[in-house]
């Protein structure tokens, strides 16, 4: 197929790839009929994943609006994907335009998007980074122009941890940038889990294993270990749509529907 002018010369547009998938599903336009396909692969054995990126995307919204009314002013994103509506600094900057944001993505898709996106904007910035290296993330010479780690940050890693395989050791990665964060800083998360349908799961994560893209759902307390030495705010940990909902009707009678956790923590 013909590279559109927005597709950087060194992305492979005939894999599939995660973010522009997930941006299909959020009604992006920044995919190639690869992610299409494996999209509509994936809604075949999970019909409600439209309804669970959008909820996901919600949640998004809702935690950064959160962060910001708890007086943290700068952010560092990870696995920020393909931008779509909403994005961290949209949401931070109409409230304070001071307000401070790093993207990190692994796909350079996602960030060439992001640099297209942030063009002009002296406060937000995206660097290509793995979360499996946390050292390159904080010692980044542009998270260090943008960040002050010894301010509070909103740490915010949603719907990608479950692209970290338990042989990557998550939850010590996770551990390290906690580590690197002042008193005041929130980490938010939300992951996949099986938690809600087995069955489905073990399908999804049979055949994902054999794409691109392997998926790691986890359990209520493995995603719960990803706070350990935060203090959870209410509502604690929780389906995504239950996490702060702006009105109560935005939660159905079946929340686990979603397959989502999320939840903020708070370093104190
Ligand atoms: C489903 S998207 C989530 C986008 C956004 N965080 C949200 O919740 O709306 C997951 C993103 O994580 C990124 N990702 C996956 N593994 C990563 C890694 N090891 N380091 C950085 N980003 C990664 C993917 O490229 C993708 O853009």
């Not at 005939?14 to 336009?29: E, I, M, N, V």
């Not at 790093?102 to 942030?118: F, K, R």
């Not at 940038?177 to 002042?182: C, I, P, V």
């Not at 350990?228 to 239950?242: A, I, K, R």
């Amino acid at each position: 197929m013909d590279r559109p002018d927005w597709a950087p010369e060194r992305v492979d547009i005939d894999r599939p790839s995660a973010a522009r998938g997930y941006d299909y599903l959020l009604g992006g336009s920044h995919n190639f009929a690869v992610d299409r396909e494996a999209a509509h692969q994936a809604m075949a054995m999970m019909p409600d994943l439209v309804m669970q990126a959008q909820a996901n995307r919600a949640f998004l919204y809702r935690a950064v609006g959160y962060l910001v009314e708890a007086g943290v002013r700068q952010f560092l994103d990870i696995g920020s994907g393909v931008p779509t509506v909403g994005n961290v600094h949209e949401v931070a900057q109409r409230v304070d335009p001071q307000a401070r944001v790093v993207y990190v993505d692994i796909d350079p898709v996602a960030v060439a998007h992001s640099q297209a996106m942030l063009a002009g904007n002296p406060l937000a910035t995206v660097v290509q980074e793995d979360l499996r290296s946390p050292a390159g993330i904080l010692g980044h010479p542009e998270v260090r122009r943008l960040l002050d780690l010894e301010a509070p940050v909103g740490l915010l890693m949603l719907a990608m941890l479950h692209a970290i395989p338990d042989s990557d050791q998550p939850h010590r990665i996770v551990g390290q940038l906690r580590d690197a964060l002042a008193p005041g800083s929130h980490l938010a998360i939300s992951h996949a889990t099986p938690d809600g349908r087995p069955d489905v799961w073990e399908r999804v994560v049979q055949l994902s294993g054999q794409s691109s893209y392997p998926l790691t759902p986890r359990s209520r307390s493995d995603v719960e270990r990803f706070f350990s030495g935060l203090e959870l705010v209410d509502p604690g940990l929780v389906w995504v749509p239950q996490w702060r909902p702006e009105h109560p009707d935005d939660v159905d009678g079946a929340p686990e529907h979603s397959s989502i956790y999320a939840g903020v923590g708070r370093l104190t």
